[in-house]
């Protein structure tokens, strides 16, 4: 299949876009590559693409890579000339779109470029699937649509009205968009609603990165809710393996073969204790952190915890590395990496 990701610079989307290449399909990445967190992040992955950076610096502009399968275009998914004219011109399969302004806390401050990505781009990718006739739209969620939901785990069925981050509200939006087009013209969507994704290659603006680098380089690092939270930590090879078996099968193959829109929790299927993560990393880095302990920060919630069972039942999802193993993994790569 011919696969357009989108986030291909990204954490997701770059791991991602590695495995559908391995797996024999055809894969354009696109990423508008903004500086939101280390830019260099971004253009080491694209590298590991075979993609050279000097090349992926002009927007709008095809990139070849060494791997004769992958290209790599730089531009702003809200660019409604642009984006119109690479749907017409490499004539996708699938669209896999894993690119959005992250980040709930970096929402507070920045409001206007979570509308500009995640809402008006998101709209731009929809009117593309819709004349380009896309077979099938896979698109990130996140777990911070549950909000301020006390159930636990989250469950796809559950109240999802009450979003306190704008980011969790565009996602929320996305959800909502997606299940419209769904419906008026008869798109295949599955919205993915991820949890804390860790692993080598990470986003700097994470807790696992947080700590690790705080931790390696001595500097106090900050516990949020008094280290009260727990979270559903998900290495990123159990995501990519569930979003890669999602893009290789019919929609219409699933159990409930009749729904075009469908919405899965994509997670560990179980939830750690923040301190406990802290202190399999302590153990990695053979340090001691130095804790500082603050109130709960605004937009974040206590715990998160994924019930994953439509996943399993529709695609035979298994996460199966344990904290133990990612955290050791994401350690020697940013020692590596960093060295």
Known sequence: MKVLVTGAAGFIGFFTAKVL??????????????DYYDVNLKYSRLEELGI??????????TCKSNNENFSFVRMNLEDREALPKLFK?????????????????YSLENPETYIDSNLVGFLNILECCRHNTIKHLVYASSSSVYGLNKKIPFGTEDNVDHPISLYAATKKSNEL???TYSHLFN???TGLRFFTVYGPWGRPDMAMFLFTDAIENDRPIKVFNHGKMERDFTYVDDIVEGVVRIIEKSPQSRID????????????????????????IEFNLDKT???NMLPMQPGDVERTWADVDELIKDYDYQPNTSIKEGVKSFIDWFKGYYS
Do not use: W
């Not at 290449?21 to 696109?30: D, R």
């Not at 996708?92 to 980040?103: E, K, M, P, R, S």
């Not at 075009?260 to 923040?274: A, C, E, M, P, R």
């Open 177 to 179: 968009m997606a299940h």
């Open 52 to 61: 050279n950076r000097n090349d992926a610096t002009v927007f709008n502009k």
């Open 187 to 189: 798109i295949p969507t």
């Open 89 to 105: 011109d490499e004539k996708f399969d699938i669209v896999c779109n894993l690119a959005a302004q992250a980040g709930v806390r």
């Open 289 to 291: 952190a130095d804790k």
């Open 257 to 280: 073969n009749n729904a075009l829109y469908k919405i899965y929790n994509i997670g560990n299927n179980n939830s750690v204790k923040l301190l406990d993560f802290i202190k399999e």
């Open 21 to 34: 290449l391995e797996k024999g399909h055809k894969v354009v990445g696109l990423d508008n590559i903004n």
